[in-house]
């Protein structure tokens, strides 16, 4: 019930295509869904993050898209870039007790020029 | 990362032999996590840490132990280093009152030969 599944495991995409990673969850005590962006040799960061009061948040490019019944989000990339070339990883988290998330395996994306 | 410090960036160790890592904070948070990173694994949380003294543990806890004495400080040891544990370790962050993202640090990768 702890797990996030995320897929697919690698993506290619165009320039100015629009990239789709896609998570799914079990628990659903979790209210705080982030996408943490990592590039090689750095620790992720967070990128957009949404909670499942909304089904959508949009924060230029990148758009969560959030099915609370079917317990799946998703992330969105527009008009992807080569720039955008990175692992992706999504996670969830309880907004009470100690803000342990669970992350998702992570998807290597890789934008084409 | 501003704010988030570990030590050392790259360690070559043998097996048996104890092994620790330093996370170093500067952002007075509360909240530390120590993540190993795997491929097709993800993040996985190894221990975290809500106050001074007081930890718990994570999904992959074994074989690892922690230990915070100061805020700034979360040190992660490896009583005795197996191969198993060759990874990139990852140093988390974060403030649950504002902010619930993590910080994360740049990790160190750690080969045990």
């Known amino acids: 019930q702890q797990q996030v599944k995320q897929s697919p495991q690698s993506l290619i995409v165009q320039k100015g295509g629009i990239s789709i990673i896609n998570c799914a969850y079990e628990n659903t005590a979790f209210d705080y869904f982030p996408w943490y962006q990592q590039f090689p040799g750095k620790g992720p960061a967070l990128l957009i993050a949404i909670r499942p009061d909304v089904s959508e948040k949009k924060e230029g490019r990148f758009t969560i898209s959030f099915n609370k019944s079917a317990k799946q989000f998703s992330l969105h990339i527009m008009d992807s870039q080569p720039g955008d070339s990175a692992t992706y990883f999504c996670?969830?988290?309880?907004?009470?007790?100690?803000?342990?998330?669970?992350f998702g395996t992570g998807t290597r994306l890789k934008v084409l020029a | 990362d501003a704010g988030i410090t570990q030590s050392p960036r790259h360690k070559v160790t043998e097996t048996g032999t104890p092994v620790t890592l330093r996370c170093h904070q500067t952002e007075n948070h509360r909240y530390m996590y120590w993540y190993r990173q795997d491929p097709g694994h993800g993040l996985r949380l190894i221990h975290y840490?809500?106050?001074?003294?007081?930890?718990d543990k994570g999904e992959v806890s074994d074989g690892y132990s922690v230990s915070r004495s100061k805020t700034e400080d979360f040190l992660l040891t490896l009583e005795s280093a197996t191969s198993s544990q060759t990874s990139v370790y990852f140093c988390?962050?974060?403030?649950?009152?504002?902010?619930?993202?993590?910080?994360f640090g740049s990790g160190t990768r750690l080969t045990v030969v």
């Open positions: 988390a962050i974060s403030d649950s009152v504002w902010n619930y993202g993590y910080t």
């Open positions: 840490s809500y106050g001074v003294k007081d930890t």
């Open positions: 996670a969830a988290s309880m907004s009470s007790g100690t803000y342990k998330y669970i």
